[in-house]
């Protein structure tokens, strides 16, 4: 009996940080929302996160060659992703090409197809993923 409680009390606990992580993750990408969200309505759409990755482009570019490669993407793109966003193999991007990669994490991350991102879809993977492209 005695074994059971015990049982029951660990699957609690590892319930009880799971939620406690989901909780935290829920207001990570709140956080991040307000930040994407400059008309306040609780969503991001693909102007918004193409005018979030418009800035951050310019930001990882410090040489101002308008391409980034991938020590300037540092970690925001691996090199299987950097491989299959450039379809011109030159082991850049440029605006247009990172756009479409931003676009593409974007619809990742909308699994309702609304075309919009509330602060559920930016704490799932899909969302962190492509959070890493606006932030």
């Known amino acids: 009996m005695k074994f059971k409680l015990l049982g029951a009390v660990a699957a609690a606990t590892v319930i009880g ?47 101002k060659d308008g391409t980034l490669d991938a020590k300037e993407l540092s970690g925001r793109v691996d090199e299987a992703g950097l491989k299959e966003a450039d379809p011109d193999n030159d082991g850049t991007l440029d605006q247009k090409e990172y756009d479409a990669l931003v676009e593409k994490r974007f ?20 969302g962190k993923s492509f959070l890493l492209l606006v932030e």
């Open 17 to 63: 940080f799971a939620s406690f992580a989901h909780v935290g993750a829920v207001k990570a990408a709140s956080a991040s929302l307000t930040a994407l969200d400059p008309d306040n309505d609780g969503t991001v759409d693909i102007p918004e996160a193409k005018a979030a990755a418009g800035k951050l482009f310019i930001k990882l570019d410090p040489d």
């Open 107 to 126: 619809k990742a991350a909308d699994p309702d197809n609304d075309g919009t991102l509330d602060d559920k879809e930016l704490a799932s993977d899909a």
